[in-house]
């Protein structure tokens, strides 16, 4: 293809589809917003600790695993610095008022057999649970990088059964029922409203194995970035998009917010929809087409602390710690109410030469944008007093908890750091500081479903917003708005060609 591609938005999505499309010859321009590009692969560094935005767990790693072999296709998977977490213990969850524990192993045997043999009584349940995660994940062919990826709407009945009644279905026990749900956060689960095929190819990702960045995610950010460079194409960052000029179904240029003009044969968002729309003339799209896209439910968004903590007072723990206060809980993380934080997530992300200590945490809860509704019109650095003031309460909230895990963990803590769903709908532009973008309701699966191509000639989409979210999710759907200029199938070919000659057929 000699056409050139403009990408808005140089996150996880728009690099991945940039990196693409340039090993294919693509003369390809990234349009960053940020001084960095990565969106949430961004890091930053605070009393000299790099800390991870958006991206802590990995999936897809492992040999044979799609997003290693996307990476191997782009060659860059060498050169990624990734660590396993515990084979043994990928993921450990504690409910703070039962006093219960649990260490998840990876892997799908010890996954089944771990909670079969813990919850004796339900030992077939979890067997025909876990069949019907794996049995959900293969439905889609473009997880496993197949070529034959059928339509969402010719899947098993189970496929759009909400998350929790899947679960429902083949466990009895809530407390099991209750377990099973712990890697919400992961995917920002809702009761009778998530999909059962986002909890299957959340869970079924991390239980084939869970990995994490050494030295921070925005690694993955430059690596792609380089495939960008390498071939002749550009990542501009500091250039806001902040007009689309559109007629005729046509896209005709982008203007940046430094007054440069950029134009281009194709183009593709790959920021959030609602956020594109802000951009284009309001007759550039149907009415009907940006009434739907305004009224997709968004995920809920997160308040994280970044704690730099004291020399050697912090064991270093090669795992996601997942935290509830108690049972019944696990599908309202995202609720703010007097219960909240109802779960939260802590971990210690490997530095090199990683030691027993960890300089570092990182401790994530859910929550809703509507806590922070009221100073939706302000900007970073000038959000006032009193939002400052609640953001300390929060991490005190968040910290008591730990206080109730580890004794005297304040005392372990140098330096504190916040942010709210206001930092992330402010640095990713995301709307509601959507943790995972638009919500994918099992209830109105047609509503939240938006297709990579749109009603503008020259304009495709890619990002979280469409497909799935996260690590996995977001390179699949990479390929897929690449593949939409250069072929299908064209891509998925190449990739599992170019893996299975250098390292086998797995
Ligand atoms: C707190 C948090 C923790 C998370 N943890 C994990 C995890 O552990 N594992 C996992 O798999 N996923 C995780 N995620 C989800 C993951 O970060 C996202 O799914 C992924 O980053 C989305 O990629 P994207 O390219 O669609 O969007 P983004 O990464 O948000 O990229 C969009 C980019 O567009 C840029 N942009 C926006 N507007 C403009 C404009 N007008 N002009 C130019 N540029 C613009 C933004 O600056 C940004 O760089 C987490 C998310 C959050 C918020």
């Not at 730099?308 to 206060?325: D, G, V």
Request: net charge neutral; hydrophobic share 35%.
């Amino acid at each position: 293809m000699n056409d050139t591609v403009l990408i808005i938005g140089g996150g996880l999505g728009g690099l991945f589809t940039g990196a693409l499309l340039a090993r294919n010859g693509v003369r390809v321009t990234v349009l960053e917003k940020n001084a960095t590009p990565g969106g949430g692969l961004q890091t930053f560094v605070r009393s000299g600790q790099r800390f991870e935005t958006g991206m802590h767990m990995l999936g897809g790693f492992r040999r044979g695993g799609s997003i290693a072999r996307i990476c191997h296709y782009l060659g860059i998977l060498d050169r990624l610095k990734l660590r396993p977490t515990d084979p043994d213990c990928m993921d450990s969850l504690l409910y703070l008022e039962e006093g219960e524990r649990y260490a998840i192993p990876e892997g799908r045997e010890r996954f089944t057999d771990y909670f079969a043999g813990l919850f004796p009584h339900e030992a077939d349940g979890v067997r025909r649970y876990v069949e019907a995660l794996y049995r959900l994940s293969e439905e889609v062919g473009m997880f496993y990088l197949r070529e034959d990826s059928a339509s969402i709407f010719s899947h098993s009945e189970e496929f759009l059964l909400p998350a929790d009644e899947l679960i429902a279905r083949y466990v009895v026990d809530p407390r099991l029922r209750d377990v099973l749900a712990y890697m919400n956060p992961m995917y920002g689960g809702v009761a009778h409203h998530t999909p059962a095929y986002i909890h299957a190819l959340v869970n079924v990702l991390y239980i084939n194995g869970e990995d994490r960045f050494v030295d921070g995610s925005s690694q993955l950010a430059e690596a792609l970035a380089g495939v960008i460079r390498a071939e002749g194409g550009r990542v501009e960052t500091r250039a806001e998009a902040v007009r689309i000029d559109c007629a005729e179904r046509m896209i005709r240029g982008v203007e940046t917010a430094d007054g440069r003009r950029f134009t281009a044969d194709r183009y593709i968002s790959a920021i959030h929809p609602c956020t594109l729309l802000r951009l284009l003339p309001e007759e550039a799209l149907p009415r009907a087409y940006r009434q739907r896209l305004d009224s997709i439910p968004n995920s809920y968004s997160a308040f994280t602390v970044y704690l730099t903590l004291r020399p050697e007072s912090f064991p270093y723990i090669n795992h996601t710690c997942y935290c509830q206060t108690s049972h019944g809980d696990a599908w309202r993380f995202g609720d703010c109410d007097g219960a909240w934080p109802r779960g939260l997530m802590y971990m210690t992300p490997p530095v090199s030469g990683q030691g027993p200590f960890s300089r570092k945490l990182i401790l994530t809860t859910p929550m809703s944008f509507e806590a922070v509704r009221r100073w939706e019109s302000t900007t970073t650095g000038r959000r006032g007093a009193e939002y400052e003031h609640w953001k300390e309460e929060q991490a005190a909230r968040m910290l008591a908890r730990m206080e109730r895990i580890y004794p005297a963990f304040g005392s372990r803590i140098e330096t504190i750091h916040t942010s709210s769903p206001l930092t992330i709908r402010d640095y990713y532009g995301v709307k509601e500081g959507a943790m995972y973008g638009f919500r994918k309701d099992a209830q109105q699966i047609a509503l939240s479903q938006v297709p990579i191509v749109t009603k503008i000639r020259n304009l495709l989409l890619t990002g979280q917003n469409i497909n799935l979210h996260g690590i996995c999710g977001v390179p699949l759907t990479a390929v897929n708005t690449a593949e939409a200029l250069l072929g299908v199938n064209r891509l998925i070919h190449a990739i599992n060609t170019k893996y299975d000659t250098d390292y086998g057929t797995f």
